[in-house]
């Protein structure tokens, strides 16, 4: 075909399809629809699931992650009741990994306390984070200002701490906080400096409070973190809590809440959890702590967004398959409708060929400017759910693509029949047809 | 060599189990800016021998040669082409397509045939001024009147230069007055050397041609001369 031809062939596409304004409006409705949800679906699919994948990964891919956690009732009352009840990670414990594992890179042991923080007459509720210098080699925390805790301030149990940067902004407001001390407990704590937790830190935080959950203190109106030294923390802090509640008076004392064990490569790390569990089993008899594995949870929500991504893409695809068969439907009546517009094509020369180029283009047209116009509203939705829902949407390149391809092979695919039969109908029978 | 020769033409179509003879040996040749009409009552087999003139059929046996290329046995892409390209075809209902304009319908049968755009504009219009429609380029069917329909379907039947144009009852949807144009321009393209063949039931028609064909059940019943001319 020559390009004049195409060209030809184009405009008189564009020019029937005009003539029926409303025909084909509605019948591009279906594929409008139907490229529109996928790219939306994709884009909010994409989305939600990088958002977990990027709050899995800032938790570490390298890291393993043993919590302390409450032994089940029925394990508890085999112990004397009324008495205190011991459980959780101990000092022992990081130190008998540190000193049996070699292969472990960092081992950072956490206890964390809810406190209240105060300054001059503010006071805001924070969680208190004891740890060592290393910390933020495990966590997803970035230095703004100062530094952060250091060997000195650990060995010689200093009352430093640094703040998370929400926490300085509720408490010192237009104040600088580096130097000034912070209340906490009855202590001043000197402010050394300030930290930030890396942006999207939504979900981390939910999985912090969800273990703070689980270790049983609630971590209700918490703004933020204040991280002093470990060995402060333990010379302050009572690692003994009392609770009421229940009509009983239970006490319990924990040591640390978490250790965090960093290796080198990611393959080391589901190793490492067996050699975690066999020894930290032969040094606790009660089953209280849980080893989580981000990148257990990452490859988790990988075949989460697999699933996800399959039904949604179903759905989708139902729906282009549902605006075909509507296309075709369409052409069909095209094609009845003009039968005596084909017979006097055929009288004047037209090949069957020419006749399916001319009914082919047109849906192409149909479904291709379908198309073009879901793409348009297909990205524009994943804007307005991000805007109004506070979702996360991700639309990628590869969504318009198939969302295009898509809309194209259903142009050909539900354009081939109608075609084939206008091509195939008898002139003669056309051409007396009324 | 005739324009057109045709031998022992049968047509016989299948009507589930029944056979219907329409056309029984028929041989016709037609010499080169002759002037034909067909004549004969309805059923004699009027539009199956157009049909197979026309190239829109093939024939069930017998042979038909247009313009020197036998045609009776090509598939149904050659027979495309042989219909845009030898043959002009005029019908009673003028069968413009609706959505082009007067010049767009003209050159139909031209950008089946591979002209460029320039070209067939410019002969469409051409055409047009020919047939009296010099003021009416960009006009749609519905726009016009019959008679200016029936002269936009000439026109479109000269687009190719054909070697016989076809004329389905030319008149047989016009007023008396705009049929007499039709035919004063039929006449005129008789005068200009083209071959013409219609099919009609009016004999004042048939008396302006040189030679009246009379059809009767399938058969060529008699062949009737005039020459008043």
């Known amino acids: 075909m020559h390009w004049f031809s195409a060209k030809r062939t184009i405009k008189l596409g564009v020019k029937s399809l005009w003539m ?8 591009m409705l279906g594929i409008v629809f139907g490229v529109c949800s996928v790219i939306a679906m994709l884009a909010i699919g994409e989305g939600a699931s990088r958002e977990a994948q990027d709050a899995i990964a800032r938790l570490g891919s390298t890291n393993l992650i043993i919590e302390t956690v409450k032994p089940s009732d029925e394990q508890a009352n085999s112990g004397e009741a009324n008495t205190m009840r011991k459980y959780g990670l101990t000092y022992v414990d990081a130190e008998s990994i540190r000193n049996t ?17 105060r300054y001059l007459n503010r006071k805001v509720a924070i969680k208190l984070i004891g740890t060592i210098p290393w910390y933020t080699e495990v966590s997803p925390v970035r230095l703004i200002r100062g530094r952060f805790l250091s060997s000195v301030d650990l060995q010689y149990q200093l009352a430093t701490c640094v703040i998370e940067n929400q926490v300085a902004r509720k ?28 942006a999207g830190g939504q979900t981390a935080d939910s999985f912090a409070s969800e273990i703070a959950a689980v270790n049983g203190n609630g971590g209700g109106g918490v703004i933020g973190n204040v991280y002093i030294p470990l060995t402060t923390a ?10 009421f509640g229940g009509g009983s008076e239970s006490i319990e004392k924990v040591e640390l809440q978490k250790i965090v064990v960093k290796v080198d490569s990611t393959e080391q790390v589901l190793p490492m959890r067996n050699i975690l569990n066999t020894l930290l089993g032969r040094i606790h008899d009660k089953q209280d702590y849980n080893i989580v594995v981000p990148l257990e949870l990452l490859r988790q929500a990988a075949r989460t967004k697999q699933i996800f991504s399959i039904v949604l893409g179903s759905i989708a695809a139902i729906s282009l398959l549902v605006g075909g068969i509507g296309i075709m439907n369409i052409m069909l009546a095209t094609v009845s409708e003009r039968t005596r517009e084909i017979g006097i094509r055929r009288a004047l020369g037209a090949r069957k060929w020419d006749i399916i180029v001319q009914f082919l283009s047109e849906t192409l047209l149909l479904t291709l400017a379908g198309g073009i116009l879901g793409i348009i509203l297909g990205a524009l939705i994943p804007f307005l759910v991000t805007y109004f829902g506070h979702m996360p949407t991700v639309i990628t390149p590869s969504s318009l693509v198939l969302a295009f391809g898509i809309s194209a092979v259903v142009g050909i695919t539900f354009g081939i029949y109608p075609a084939y039969r206008a091509a195939n109908m008898d002139p003669i029978e056309s051409l007396r047809h009324e | 060599m005739a324009v057109v020769h045709i031998e022992k033409l049968c047509k016989t179509y299948q009507l589930g189990p029944v056979q219907l003879p329409a056309l029984r040996d028929v041989d016709l040749e037609i010499e080169q800016g002759q002037y034909i009409a067909i004549m004969g009552p309805s059923g004699s087999g009027k539009s199956t021998l157009l049909n ?34 030898r043959i002009g075809f005029i019908f009673q209902s003028y069968n413009l397509i609706g959505q082009l304009n007067v010049i767009e319908n003209i050159k139909l049968p031209m950008s089946y045939q ?11 219009g051409k055409l047009a001024t020919m047939v009296g429609l010099g003021d009416r380029f960009k006009h749609r069917p519905r726009e016009l009147s019959g008679g200016q329909q029936q002269r936009v379907a000439i026109a479109r039947a000269l687009a190719n230069d054909p070697v016989i144009i076809l004329a389905d009852e030319p008149t047989g949807n016009l007023d008396s007055e705009s049929g007499a144009e039709i035919l004063t321009i039929l006449d005129d ?41």
């Open chain 1, 20 to 27: 029926h304004r409303l025909r084909s409006t509605l019948t």
């Open chain 2, 189 to 229: 393209l008789h005068q200009r050397g083209k071959t013409l063949i219609i099919v009609t039931h009016d004999e004042h028609i048939g008396g302006r041609a040189e030679r009246t064909i009379h059809l009767l059940d399938g058969r060529i019943e008699r062949v009737e001369y005039n020459h008043r001319r």
């Open chain 1, 171 to 198: 408490l010192f407001a237009f104040d600088d906080p580096l130097g000034m001390d912070v209340r906490i407990y009855g202590n001043y704590y000197r402010v050394v400096g300030i930290v930030a937790r890396l």
């Open chain 2, 114 to 124: 591979g002209f460029s755009e320039e070209r067939s504009i410019e002969r469409a």
């Open chain 1, 101 to 117: 594992i070699p292969s472990v890179q960092v081992i950072v042991p956490v206890r964390e306390i809810d406190q209240e923080a």
């Open chain 2, 52 to 85: 197979l003139l026309g190239c829109l059929d093939r024939p069930t046996s017998g042979r038909y040669w247009l313009g020197g290329k036998d045609v009776s046995t090509l598939d149904d892409n050659h027979l495309s082409l042989i219909r845009g390209k």
């Open chain 1, 234 to 243: 333990r010379k302050r802090f009572t690692e003994v809590k009392a609770s």
